[in-house]
């Protein structure tokens, strides 16, 4: 079963944590939460979340020492989420190994934008490695020509077309919403226009599936996104 772009929340507020939940979720995230920097550590092993909100002050480790210890765990991007607002503390923050450092209070469209953009660059950073990709034995995506080929026919994709689907197959089995795809490929401006990438994912459709009308790579889930099937 595919799964939504996991974001792991560490906050040793109630509140917060619960409405950080509440804001990622209807963002179409699965969120983990932590009460505390240990707990956090621990989820980080286990979940292999894709991005991680990190407040500082948390009783016994701290999120300096949580972020720099998670930096052994995880290349996610990690965005410091707290009300320390002194310029040293968000030095601290960034040396520790941090992405992004938010102070509380914020808007709700700011964290969303931050976090897609953390995100997209950490997509971007992979993709640098990953110049070929084989999201299965007859699909073989050049991301360094953009270049697609299918059953060894070169594919012609415009490039929104291409971001969408190296986006898709960067998070194979993922669920992405479509405000994450809109995000990440348009720009944040454009989140709440979901007729944008359906026009889109029937185009890609067209061009990579056997039979369009039965996609079997690129699937929908009814209400929620979008994901990449890998090929066996």
């Known amino acids: 079963m595919a799964r939504k772009l996991r974001v792991l929340v560490v906050d040793d507020e109630v509140d917060m944590l619960e409405m950080l939940k509440i804001i990622l979720t209807a963002a179409g995230f699965e969120v983990i939460p932590a009460v505390d920097g240990s707990s956090g550590l621990r989820s980080a092993y286990q979940h292999h979340p894709d991005a991680v909100l990190l407040d500082v002050m948390m009783p016994g480790l701290d999120g300096f020492e949580v972020c720099r210890r998670m930096r052994d765990l995880t290349d996610a991007p990690i965005i410091f989420v707290t ?87 960067r998070h194979a089995g993922r669920v992405l919403s479509t405000d994450a795809i809109l995000s990440q490929v348009w720009g944040p401006e454009y989140i709440g226009e979901p007729d944008l990438v359906k026009q889109y994912i029937y185009r890609l459709r067209q061009k990579i599936e056997p039979d369009p009308d039965n996609p079997r790579y690129i699937r929908t889930v009814r209400g929620e996104g979008y994901y990449f099937e890998p090929g066996e």
Do not use: W
Request: proline share 5%.
């Open 83 to 169: 009300a320390k607002a002194d310029i040293e503390d968000i030095v601290a923050g960034f040396a520790a190994g941090a992405d992004d450092y938010l102070v509380k209070p914020f808007h709700q469209a700011e964290l969303l934008t931050r976090l897609t953009a953390a995100l997209r660059r950490s997509v971007e950073r992979t993709e640098e490695k990953e110049q070929v990709m084989f999201p299965s034995p007859s699909i073989m995506l050049d991301c360094d020509r953009h270049e697609l080929e299918v059953s060894s026919r070169k594919v012609y994709l415009t490039p929104n077309e291409f971001k969408i689907l190296r986006l898709l197959v």
